[in-house]
């Protein structure tokens, strides 16, 4: 029997696909459909429901299938092997791959939890096949049968799906002689039959793909492993925010490991981003349990992140201000947050005479002439501009680089937190009410960016240096004393204790919203 007659004998390998579809418009039931004729589709309740009935009918059928046959052709090949070859697509995959190895029962399931498919398959297409798991493999093939209907015994190396078989009567032995008395030499022992090749593990994590060579293998797994957690949590029918901080926190750790293997600085930000996203939905958790002193209040900024740019926000107009004063720094800081984001921003003359800045037209002419802002009129024009026609400034030092970023690097979300935040502490009523000034304002600001989670000032409430205050203010340190009288009496500050070098005390409880609590030394 030729090679030829032998696969025209193998049968085609069996291929199960279960679906999962949406039963129609605007409805939370779903259709669960399989490629076998016998098997009527299937309407279930919710998108939960339909998957674990398509991941159990699939089982069924193989439970019902008895492992693969050793006789079945590779189904994947019958498919042009386009799950695993480039050519597949331009009808040459016959070309660029040829099966090999023990027939198999391989199942994949689609990522996105749409469909679920078994086959019977050749091992070499299941080793490339990504995600491919080998749930069965068939028996190796015994050796062919006798004449007399007795079988005859296996010779060494003749294992394996599609082993040729030959019908000679009486197989020479080895080593023995044939009718012209010639000696043959002795057969050589067939090399034993190669494993199949384990499936590569797959995954995708943030819309990346996980590669499968990556290294070192634990980092790889972890990767997989995330991806879906977090797709099983968005399955989940009820939040758990703890949960969802932990996934977060090991995602900002695998992301950092990923970016040192590979040098990627896009893995690098990745990682940051997990990492603020974890504090924020562990804040998150902690004040819906009330747990910890920051779950007992309800910030005007949520997020570690945004604390940390508060206070560089500060810092850069302290460092960058191009006019003395505390009533220019005031409308240098407030402009800055305008236009921290591309550099321009509205403004309107009701912002401007809101903010305690004495005579705004004096201040805004100051800050004009050193060529830090830039305005399409005059003064005049935008003092008279209202919220219907607000005036575009620019701030060229803010301006993006090459980079497409700011100097101050933020996204506009947070720009416009950060400008909310610092516009509800310059207007709280209190301090409009005891007419502070715009040196005042800077310290009230400098002290809820510069306050612990309880609220006390400085890390661990261990105080604030006077010229740190005076710096961020604008006013010398001689003048710090009685402003921090003023905000006491504006019950902004208690507890207060002002010594040669540093100012203690604490947030009073009413503005404990615009604290952004340092971290610990």
Known sequence: MSQADVESERVTGRVWT???DAAGRGVMAVKVSCSRPACAPRRLGSVAQGRSFAAAHLGAHLRAA?????????ACRAAGCQAHTEGAAQGHADAAWRCGGATVLAVVTDPAGRWWRAWECCSRCAAAHPAAQV?????????SGTPDGGEAPARAGESGVGAPVFS?????????????????PTARAAAPATRPRRPKRWGKIAQRPVPHDLRPVALRDELIELGDAFRAYQRS?????ALLADLHERKANAFTVWADVTGDKTLRAEALRAEQAAAHVRLQHEQRT???????VARVLTAPGQWEHARAVLAHVRDHAPVAGPEGR?????????????????????DLTGWPLGDAEQVLREVLDTGWLRLPGTVTDLLASGSDNPTHIVVPSLLPHDEGRGPLGFGKTTRAKLSGWAQKVVGERKLRKKKLPAAGRLLALACAAHSDAEGRLGASGQGLEIETLAGLCAVDTTELRELVTQLIAAEWLTDVSVTGTHVTGRL??????????VPSP
């Open 18 to 20: 279960v679906r999962l």
């Open 66 to 74: 008895a492992g693969p046959r050793r006789e079945a052709a590779c």
């Open 135 to 143: 749930v069965a493999t068939a028996p190796p093939a015994t050796a």
């Open 168 to 184: 000679a009567a009486e197989p020479t032995p080895p080593g023995g002689n044939v009718p012209g008395g010639e000696r043959l």
């Open 237 to 241: 029918s009820e939040p758990d925010l």
């Open 290 to 296: 009330g747990q910890g002193a920051e779950g007992a």
């Open 330 to 350: 005031l409308l240098v800081l407030m402009l800055t947050l305008r236009t921290a984001r591309d550099g321009s921003g509205n403004v309107t003359g009701q």
């Open 508 to 517: 009073c409880e009413r503005v404990l919203a615009f604290g952004c609590p």
